[in-house]
């Protein structure tokens, strides 16, 4: 997907963390293997492994909680121009207080 590799390529110069491609890969092959259906992810950070895990397993929702502010605002256009916020929640705040509020069960945890 082109944007993965605009968010690489903008993670690279304005260093943010994003998985490493090792990493990347491993987590793919678990998360075929396991088809989660709904997955919960902390640290947002620009989108990055959300948009990923959304491209590679069609039928998950994520949901993704982001505490920082610039973050979060870069994270929502990502998830936009992915057109994937039908699939992509991201819940701008800090997860000690936003994780108690969550319903439901979640099928892997990243």
Known sequence: MELLQELEIFAKEYDVPIVEEEVRDCLAMFLRIQQPKRLLELGTAIGYSAIFFATL???????????DDAMAFKAKENIKKAGLTERITLLHGDA???LPTLDGFFDAIF
Do not use: A, F, N, S
Not at 57 to 67: Q, W, Y
């Open 57 to 67: 397993l069609p039928e998950v929702e994520i949901i993704t909680i982001e505490r």
């Open 96 to 98: 000690k207080e936003l």
